[in-house]
């Protein structure tokens, strides 16, 4: 199957402080999903982004198919931002199944 | 996300117990997904199910784990014979499907399942 590697595995940051987040992968894909996993431990959609660039309040992503990595930009960080980022991807191939990273552990202080 | 609907959201069985963990996609969504996630992993996928029909399976282990989704009702993941390697957390998603078959995907809340 494709590999999906997220970098770093953990983050500790400052309120206040800019982070970017990384998700390469092996193959091409046809769709990418960021989540953000929260404490409680529910997973939450951030982008869909396939390739482009695209931003919602203080998160963006861009996806680089071509060159097979995304990254998550996160300004301002919050700690209600704490929690595992995860990136998923399809391939055509599998249809509809999402494949997922190990995460990065987001942890803000304030 | 609040659009799937999972239940229950805790799930305590002896092993040897049968486990039920239901799904009901978002409205309007005909495709539905199982994944499990171990502590300290990424989700797994486990099966891609459509209405009465099972599209990829391969994510499953071959033994005591089953899931349908039939044409009235929930989606249904049930585990037999429960062990304890069992615990994890469930997670359901559905997209809308169609013409295109890659779509966003949207998560319920899970299921915790505790093996003891």
């Known amino acids: 199957g494709i590999q999906v590697e997220q970098s770093p595995p953990d983050l500790i940051l400052q309120e206040g402080a800019n982070s970017t987040l990384r998700c390469n992968f092996s193959?091409?894909?046809?769709?990418l999903q960021w989540f953000h996993q929260n404490p409680w431990g529910q997973l939450i959609n951030l982008f869909y982004i396939p390739s482009g660039t695209k931003q919602n309040g203080r998160l963006s992503a861009t996806t680089v198919a071509t060159e097979r990595y995304s990254l998550l930009y996160i300004s301002s960080s919050q700690t209600t931002d704490s929690g595992v980022y995860f990136c998923?991807?399809?391939?055509?191939?599998?249809?509809?199944?999402?494949?997922f990273g190990r995460g990065t552990q987001l942890t803000v202080w304030p | 996300n609040a659009g799937v609907m999972q239940n229950p959201r805790h799930l305590v069985r002896r092993r040897g117990q049968e486990a039920r963990l239901r799904c009901s996609p978002m409205k309007g969504h005909s495709h539905v997904y199982w994944y499990r996630q171990l502590p300290e992993e990424g989700l797994k996928f486990m099966v891609y199910l459509q209405k009465e029909n099972i599209i990829d399976e391969s994510g499953m282990p071959k033994e005591r784990f089953s899931a349908e989704f039939p044409k009235e009702g929930p989606s249904i993941l049930r585990i037999q014979q429960v062990v304890r390697g069992d615990s994890a957390a469930y997670f359901c998603?559905?997209?809308?499907?169609?013409?295109?078959?890659?779509?966003?995907?949207?998560f319920g809340q899970g299921t915790r399942l505790t093996v003891v």
């Open positions: 998603a559905s997209s809308p499907g169609g013409s295109r078959m890659n779509t966003e995907a949207f």
């Open positions: 998923a991807v399809i391939r055509g191939s599998t249809l509809g199944r999402l494949y």
């Open positions: 193959d091409s894909v046809n769709n």
